[in-house]
């Protein structure tokens, strides 16, 4: 294998192999990871996690492209109103709104575009860390391994998991541009920041953190402080530009979610603080990978070696750095692991704001998609990994070893991609990998019950009921599973529990109805379908059913006015109530 004279980033001669960084080559090599890693997404179905009420139940809207200045105007579930308003992220909207203009509802072009913003923010990534001064062949290895990086499925395969990568579109550029504005005082650059920036911010609240990264670069990195402490008009303009921005972005935000206040804010975060832990033993040792990730399953172990290990490389670097004679050698090393650990805490501790419970709180892996970045800026800057690149030798040996963990990676995100395949697969990890959810065990049933599982749904749900029994919806669908098994006593039973529970919810009502007509008892059934009524005038099973209930009561007259009632809807009788009705009502 040929190695040539290759210059890194500081200038120092170091010979590195040159198939691999001459050029473009490292950009392709990233980009081939990404695309490997991530190819078989555009063959998943929908997940039914958000992505149904995001997209499916949100069709009409996306179907209009003249909704995008809308999209500013309201929160991100503006299709499922009784929902919490927490998130505002417009531009993920419009993104689904030019998928929809596409697709239509057709997952595919969904898929792609996800798997698209993946391969861009990969190659945006491994610019930001040659362009902070990291060796070449540490950048080009780090940047594979962000490529294929084990928190990647929950963002690429993951529709609604765009959020992250979407953000990072915008906010990688953000940087790009203000680091070349820092060092060159360019206008162009500084302009092309600001504009990133506001659209990082329209993108995903965590974008916030950028004002003040940006601000620290400006002072503490090397760049920065070659251009001294004075502010100049240009450091006031981006200043102020962004300052702009979170104002109106702030004011438009607070008018639309629901307001968290500070103090909730921090207690949150004080309270879910130690998922660190796991996070960082996910990013090195990608066990227990989760599609629905229970905070109180996850694993401390693989994340408390970590967390050592980390130490040993924060130590080595200081100590690099106080033997340094040269006040670069010295400076660069700590300004990068300052802002590798700035940029992973900044981006990952909004992140642990979330509802109480926190007992109960997920942690999703996409979270860590945008902190990984600085966990790699923080490891690959490293000066030990820079030394272990200073020969042919060792250069090849590390590249060779990059290639191999790149490689693990690789594997791994590919098999835990396929459980975002389907809903199916998706709940299967879940209550694998999160068994104290029961959430997980509920969803797990809904699909064990389509497949026409009926006697392992209801197992499932018997393991929800165990674990929560007031969760909602549970006892409806509980029923539901026993109602295919033709337990119709315990169906009903069921249907009423979650009735009591929630007595806004028509459809418990109904198949309580269909389960008491099994049961051969119409005057109860008679009763739940009225209750249906009574919550919706117009919902047409059990207007049908009534009209087919009394019809075999002998009582025509009422089960005309259902008809009739049906009929004033719009709707039209089906197959078997025309079966039914017709010779009890003559026609």
């Not at 210059?7 to 040159?18: G, H, I, K, T």
């Not at 579109?169 to 600001?194: C, D, N």
Request: some cysteine.
């Amino acid at each position: 294998m040929s190695a040539s004279l290759v210059l890194s980033a500081d200038s120092s001669p170091r010979r590195v192999p040159s198939w691999l960084l001459c050029g473009w080559r490292p950009y392709l090599f990233v980009a081939f990871v990404a695309l490997v890693g991530h190819a078989q997404v555009v063959t998943f179905e929908w997940a039914y996690l958000d992505d149904d009420a995001l997209i499916l139940e949100n069709a009409e809207f996306l179907a209009d492209p003249a909704n995008v200045a809308t999209a500013f105007r309201q929160n991100m579930f503006a299709s499922r109103p009784s929902d919490e308003k927490t998130y505002y992220r417009p531009i993920v909207i419009v993104s689904y709104l030019v998928n929809y203009q596409l697709g239509g509802t057709d997952p595919f072009v969904y898929q792609l575009t996800n798997l698209l913003l993946h391969l861009a923010v990969s190659l945006l990534v491994l610019r930001l860390l040659l362009r902070l001064g990291i060796a070449a062949l540490p950048a080009t290895i780090a940047g594979g391994i962000f490529a294929a990086n084990v928190f990647s499925p929950a963002v690429v395969a993951w529709i609604p998991g765009r959020n992250d990568s979407l953000l990072l579109v915008f906010a990688l550029p953000a940087v790009l541009a203000y680091l070349r504005f820092v060092e060159t005082g360019s206008k162009g650059a500084l302009a092309g920041s600001l504009v990133a920036f506001g659209a990082a911010l329209f993108t995903k609240e965590a974008a916030v953190v950028l004002a003040p990264l940006l601000f620290a670069y400006r002072f503490l990195s090397p760049a920065g402080r070659e251009r001294g402490l004075r502010a100049s008009g240009g450091d006031l303009v981006a200043w102020g530009g962004q300052f702009a921005w979170l104002a109106l972005w702030y004011a438009v935000r607070s008018s639309i979610v629901d307001p968290m206040s500070p103090a909730f804010m921090l207690r949150s975060i004080a309270a879910n603080v130690h998922q660190i832990v796991p996070y960082l033993g996910k990013a090195v040792f990608p066990l227990g990978l989760s599609t629905y990730p229970l905070g109180r399953d996850q694993t401390f172990v693989p994340g408390l070696v970590v967390v050592v290990l980390l130490v040993v490389l924060v130590v080595m670097t200081l100590r690099f750095a106080a033997s340094s004679t040269s006040t670069e050698e010295r400076g660069r090393p700590v300004f990068l692991l300052l802002f590798g650990a700035a940029w992973f805490g900044a981006f990952l501790l909004p992140t642990f704001v979330l509802a109480e419970p926190w007992d109960d709180a997920l942690f999703f892996e996409h979270r860590m998609y945008a902190p990984f970045v600085g966990l790699l800026v923080l490891v690959a800057s490293a000066p030990a990994l820079e030394r272990a690149t200073r020969t042919a030798q060792s250069a090849l040996r590390f590249a060779g070893a990059g290639l191999f963990v790149t490689g693990i990676y690789l594997g791994v995100t590919i098999v835990h991609g396929a459980d975002f395949r389907s809903p199916a697969r998706l709940w299967e990890n879940a209550v694998a990998t999160s068994p104290s959810s029961a959430v997980a065990h509920m969803f797990h049933g809904i699909q064990l019950g389509k497949a026409g599982d009926a006697a392992a749904a209801s197992e499932a749900f018997g393991r929800a009921r165990e674990l929560d029994a007031d969760l909602p919806l549970l006892a409806y669908n509980a029923g539901f599973a026993a109602f295919q098994e033709g337990r119709f006593d315990e169906a009903a039973a069921r249907f009423g529990e979650e009735a009591e529970r929630d007595p806004s919810h028509v459809e418990s009502r109904y198949y309580a109805g269909r389960a008491f007509l099994k049961l051969e008892r119409p005057g109860e059934a008679v009763a739940a379908f009225q209750a249906a009524l009574a919550i919706d005038p117009e919902h047409r099973g059990s207007l049908e059913y009534l009209a087919m209930v009394f019809c075999r009561l002998n009582r025509p007259a009422e089960a005309k006015r259902f008809v009739e009632r049906l009929r004033a809807t719009g709707a039209t009788l089906s197959a078997e109530t025309q079966r039914v009705v017709a010779p009890c009502l003559g026609n």
